[in-house]
């Protein structure tokens, strides 16, 4: 019966408060144990006035801001399989001489399922993303004499389908664990905008501190496949590229509950950063796991 | 009762021949629009900035009453899927807003939310030192395209 409760609880957030995906989130080989569980609750933040357009250009552009809530929960349904929600609750957009756009994002479900276990586990992990915030969401420009709006939504208004692979390895004696993952996103299109496919890959660090505190970094990718489009705005992320780094950190605050933190700065490199607000994005969040 | 029926059915009556009287057809004005040809006296290409679809031409002219007119053409398009654009007239091809000064250079004619052909009314003619047409999206602070006026 707790376990029915449970589910539906999960699938009721899942399903009625909708979310977007957080490119931060961590991909590893390992699924989640039978009936264990792990969620998240964080908050994010970043604001920027450095906009590199579809070309790779920099421009100085009034400076975009955005908060987020978001939930992120796990659950090992089988001992192969786990379901993951990824679901902001809440998110605001806005340029400094504007109100803001506020709105629950696009819902992420995923199904992880391990492929391999032991030494190298290997995960694949199938992850439909569905349009459910409001794909137009129009911001109000408070200094203009005219009425002037701007188009910020919280969600993309497309549906879209993560396809990834994830290994790990964790080095036994030594506190200390390295992931790796790949992945391609199916776009399909808003209202005549067709997208273009997506990948993004990346390398994940970890190591222990006397068994309370985890730190890790990463490093990603995220490219645009295909020709790259001509146009396109940067709150749907058509042609967007870049390269990504973070720290983190997670600190047992008890045996179930933890405080995490990140920052994530992007960079140049293998992807040029283009259709992109470059700056560092922080996030404070608090977990609760069930093993 | 009867009278009521006789009521309703002459306001029956009384709709269905207004309705065809070709007689009664009404003329709308619409002094947002030019009266008559309009005639340019100055026009231009916009160029696309910042990555946009920005296209088309920005003419400046009179109508047969000697009003004045800014109009983009049937062909003109620029990024409006994000929202509003402003259209300004400006001394040089870059925006220069000075507001301590009372921004002389620069004059704002109005915002364009679709492609296509769009007339603005402007009050007074437009001084010759304004040399172009800007495209301005003030929520980012970064201009879509700029056309000059020869």
Redesign the interface.
């Known amino acids: 019966m707790k376990k029915a409760s449970f589910l539906i609880l999960l699938f009721l957030v899942v399903f009625f408060l909708e979310g977007i995906f957080n490119n931060a989130q961590a991909q590893s080989g390992w699924v989640r144990d039978k009936k264990s569980a792990y969620l998240q609750l964080s908050y994010s933040y970043f604001a920027s006035d450095n906009f590199y357009n579809l070309s790779g250009n920099k421009l100085t552009t009034n400076t975009f801001s955005q908060h987020s809530i978001h939930f992120y929960g796990e659950y090992g349904l089988l001992d192969r399989l786990t379901i993951i929600a990824s679901v902001p609750l809440f998110r605001a957009n806005q340029f400094k001489n504007t109100d803001s756009a506020i709105g629950v994002g696009d819902l992420m479900l995923q199904l992880k399922y391990a492929l391999l276990k032991g030494k190298f586990p290997l995960a694949i992990i199938i992850a439909p993303e569905f349009p459910t915030a409001k794909a137009d969401n129009f911001a109000t420009n408070k200094e203009s004499i005219f009425v002037d709006r701007i188009n910020l939504p919280t969600g993309d208004g497309e549906f879209n389908l993560w396809t990834m692979l994830a290994v790990s390895h964790s080095f036994g004696d030594v506190p200390l664990y390295i992931s790796a993952h790949a992945g391609y996103n199916f776009r399909t299109k808003y209202q005549e905008e067709e997208f273009n496919d997506q990948v993004r890959y990346g390398l994940e660090l970890g190591y222990t501190i006397a068994q309370k505190l985890t730190l890790n970094t990463h490093l990603n990718g995220f490219a645009t496949v295909g020709n790259q489009p001509l146009t396109g705005d940067f709150i749907r992320s058509n042609g967007t590229s870049y390269n990504s780094y973070s720290i983190g950190a997670f600190y047992k605050l008890t045996e179930k509950l933890r405080l995490t933190g990140q920052v994530q700065g992007y960079f140049d490199g293998l992807n040029e950063r283009k259709n992109l607000y470059s700056a560092p994005v922080f996030t404070l969040g608090l977990a609760w796991e069930k093993k | 009762m009867k009278k009521l029926m006789f009521l309703s059915i002459s306001i029956l009556f009384l709709f269905a021949f207004t309705a065809c009287n070709d007689d009664d057809t009404e003329v709308i004005v619409d002094s947002s629009l030019p009266q008559g040809t309009f005639t340019s006296a100055k026009s231009g290409t916009f160029a696309a900035q910042?990555?946009?679809?920005t296209a088309g031409m920005a003419q400046l002219g009179t109508d047969s009453e000697g009003v004045n007119f800014l109009r983009f053409t049937p062909t003109f398009t620029t990024?409006l899927?994000?929202?509003?654009v402003?259209v300004y007239f400006s001394k040089s091809a870059t925006l220069m807003f000075n507001p301590g000064n009372g921004n002389p250079n620069i004059r704002?004619v109005?915002?364009v939310t679709q492609n296509g052909e769009r007339f603005f009314k402007l009050n007074t003619a437009v001084p010759a030192d304004f040399t172009h047409v800007i495209l301005w999206?003030?929520?980012?602070?970064?201009p879509f395209g700029n056309a000059p006026l020869n």
């Open positions: 910042n990555d946009t679809p990024a899927a994000t929202g509003t402003t704002i109005g915002t999206c003030a929520s980012a602070g970064i």
